[in-house]
């Protein structure tokens, strides 16, 4: 993968998105434990807000992957230390495997009715949550105290 001098307008937007929709499906994953226990009672399949948003997430996320693999990311923040780098990749690592695997658990879930799995998919949306407010907290305090342009290139595509 090359380093590109900044994110592209299609990157930029595709990263706002899904941090949008992941939202969303934080927000709307307590009224899935009814849908779902409708769905086992019932056998129909049904639209779920909740179900939809992930799918969303997981088609959006896989795009992402495949455009980044084609145009390249920023390389490392000038003065960051090795050490600042290992952590920026592992967790954007960490951020990409919960982003696939949580759609994976969920999709697993509603369509297969595997109701065991059901809270082994809450746990990795729980820690997805997690891990993204420590990228969002990270962004903020590179933007904010350490100003070296880090959030920007999220915001400001290249020209």
């Known amino acids: 993968m090359s380093h590109a001098p900044a994110y592209s307008r299609l990157q930029i937007a595709l990263h706002w998105l899904i941090a949008l929709l992941i939202l969303a499906a934080w927000v709307t ?5 009814d849908a779902f226990e409708t769905r086992l009672e019932s056998g ?3 639209p779920n807000p909740h179900a939809i948003l992930g799918l969303a ?4 996320v896989l795009i992402r992957v495949f455009v980044r693999h084609r145009q390249g990311a920023p390389g490392p923040v ?3 230390s090795a050490m600042a780098e290992a952590a920026a990749l592992w967790g954007h690592r960490l951020l990409y495997l919960l982003m696939i695997l949580t759609p994976i658990g969920g999709a697993i879930t509603w369509f297969g ?4 799995l059901g809270e082994g998919h809450e746990l ?7 891990v993204a407010l420590g990228h969002a907290v990270v962004a903020i305090l590179h933007q904010l105290v350490l100003k070296d ?4 290139r999220m915001l400001r595509p290249r020209g």
């Open 29 to 33: 994953h307590e009224a899935m434990e």
């Open 44 to 46: 129909v399949l049904t």
């Open 57 to 60: 997430v997981f088609v959006l």
């Open 78 to 80: 000038p003065g960051s």
């Open 113 to 116: 009715g595997i109701e065991a």
């Open 124 to 130: 990795l949306g729980n820690a997805l949550m997690i």
């Open 149 to 152: 342009g880090t959030m920007t």
